[in-house]
């Protein structure tokens, strides 16, 4: 066992009767209440043999959010770094992927002496390890643990265990154990219903393991006899019984579980003090209650079914919501109906403030993001492109000023005679999805007197990355010529990082992911850019 240099606590949350619970945002929420004057370190564990989230559809599991080391996780970390206000790292997420890879490998080279490679104790030591290495290597104060999808799933069960002898090696006055659960309210009956959590901390203590705190999901507040109820049966104290109510914020869930004392029972419990800072949160959470007026933006892309897709781009636009107190109204439209002829860009666009048009992956619905790219720049619609989105601009902008009749990204048209966006020539070749794309944060460097330059206020930035396809750096003179500015260019000079349009009011785009880095009390500057030219584009519009 890893030897600590500080007595790390450990917060472990699980979750039960459903998936879906919100037991990513109960953590990061539990995790901020107590990071004031404590260093709070999240980690996730996911029963998925994918190495990572990186190949996975977004509709069937939502965003893969890109840290700065260039780990693909679970859209959670998202939360974790919005409401913690950490950097998170790759090696705080564990798949079964990762771990059994890495038993594989420490069989191999025979680290395990020929003995009989098992489950237990294995395959548990090693994830108990990792829970210390990064306490020991973070110099952590709390360690608060995710571990993925509900008790009784087969995939999570060496989770369960590992959390469960966490309290022998830790020892029981550094480890915590929260269960996230559900209390329906039936159509027709009108009643709260404690027997799912009944069921839910039965299969749980199961498996040796009794919460100390049970979060209960519900619609409204837990009823006293209800909240007592669930005390009795799953032998908890009545006010260690949290109501997990339904809000139409996330952001307002630190809130709530504070106002029941969870942060003093987190501390009561771990022998620790910190008490909860909430001025900041609590003021623009107030501006979010009280918006002035109205925006809407348009979010045009092919994953709009499934709104997770785009998770970290709502999050950044309710982070401007906050700071401008406007409400901003997104408006999702499919470019396949526009591509197909279903729709007319003109028709899409009716009612829009200002457009992202977000990154992406395959052509399909691309002509149809172009048609928007073309119409935003003709009628001066305040627009912001991301990764895909910047590329699109350089094709539309090629196509249409610089006479380059059918140029194109090659992973749209592998043949187009003018290829526009290009896979990178170190690039090719490379097998493993990963290995092909540009992950995690790279360093750009901005000119003065740029958009961009003015948003950052900075001519360095570092923004997180996801892509394998780049401004061909053999169109740049052309298309600089024609009048397409770059903005922002990579160390070298090689790679395109910023593309903007001078004589529109506003016109940007980055090769980057901004979204990922935004944060309520500091919203990502492109974002920011984008939401008060929007604005003022409302203002003129509704001046007419």
């Not at 610089?402 to 048209?413: P, R, V």
């Amino acid at each position: 066992m890893i030897k600590r240099d500080k007595e790390t606590k450990f917060i472990v949350v699980t979750g039960g009767v459903i998936s879906g619970l919100g037991k990513g945002i109960a953590a990061a929420s539990i995790g901020h209440l107590l990071s004031s004057r404590l260093k709070v370190i999240p980690m996730k564990l996911d029963g998925y043999l994918n190495t990572d989230p990186g190949t996975m559809n977004p509709i069937e599991h939502g965003e893969v959010f890109v840290l700065d080391d260039g780990g693909e996780v679970d859209m959670d970390f998202g939360h974790y770094e919005r409401f913690l206000g950490v950097t998170c790292k790759f090696e705080w997420n564990l798949t079964m992927g990762k771990v059994f890879a890495e038993i594989r490998e420490k069989e191999r080279r025979g680290d395990y002496l020929g003995k009989t490679v098992q489950y237990i104790p294995h395959v548990v030591d090693l994830i108990k390890n990792k829970f210390f290495e990064v306490a020991k290597k973070e110099n952590a104060d709390i360690v608060v643990i995710e571990v993925g999808g509900t008790i009784g799933d087969i995939e999570n069960e060496l989770y369960v265990e590992a959390v469960r002898q966490l309290k022998k090696e830790a020892g029981e006055k550094n480890v915590m154990y929260v269960h996230l659960t559900y209390v329906p309210v039936p159509s027709g009956v009108n009643e709260q219903k404690s027997k799912p959590t009944q069921q839910s901390v039965n299969l749980l203590r199961q498996r040796g393991i009794q919460p100390d705190v049970i979060i209960a999901r519900c619609k409204q507040y837990l009823d006293p006899s209800i909240r007592k109820k669930i005390a009795t049966f799953c032998d908890v104290d009545e006010d260690a019984v949290i109501s997990g109510v339904d809000v139409d914020d996330v952001y307002k869930i630190p809130l709530i579980f504070e106002k029941q004392g969870i942060a003093e029972k987190v501390h009561r419990k771990l022998g620790i003090y910190s008490p909860p800072n909430l001025r900041l949160w609590e003021t623009l959470l107030n501006n979010l209650e009280n918006l002035d007026k109205e925006i809407t933006i348009a979010i045009c892309g092919k994953y709009t079914k499934l709104e997770d897709s785009y998770a970290s781009i709502i999050e950044a636009l309710m982070h401007c919501s906050a700071h401008t107190k406007r409400k901003i109204n997104i408006k999702w439209i499919e470019t396949t109906e526009i591509e197909e002829g279903h729709k007319t860009v003109e028709n899409a666009l009716e009612g829009v403030d200002g457009v992202i048009v977000p990154g992406g992956f395959g052509s399909r619905g691309t002509e149809g993001k172009i048609d928007v790219i073309r119409y935003v720049r003709e009628n001066n619609i305040p627009f912001l492109g991301i990764c895909l989105g910047l590329q699109l601009a350089v094709v539309e902008y090629a196509r249409s000023k610089c006479s380059l009749k059918g140029a194109n990204s090659t992973e749209i048209d592998p043949a187009t005679k003018y290829p526009v966006v290009d896979i990178m020539p170190e690039q090719k070749g490379i097998e493993k999805k990963g290995g092909t794309m540009r992950l995690g944060a790279y360093k750009a460097l901005l000119k003065t007197g740029t958009l961009a330059y003015e948003l950052y206020n900075s001519s360095i930035v570092w923004e997180r990355h996801r892509h394998r396809y780049e401004v061909n750096p053999e169109y740049h003179p052309q298309l600089v010529e024609n009048g397409l500015v770059i903005s922002g260019a990579s160390e070298d000079n090689r790679l395109a990082e910023f593309i903007e349009i001078k004589e529109h009011p506003y016109f940007i785009a980055t090769q980057a992911h901004p979204e990922l880095k935004s944060r309520l009390v500091e919203p990502a500057p492109l974002f920011f850019g984008l939401t008060k030219a929007a604005i003022n584009y409302n203002s003129k519009k509704t001046a007419r």
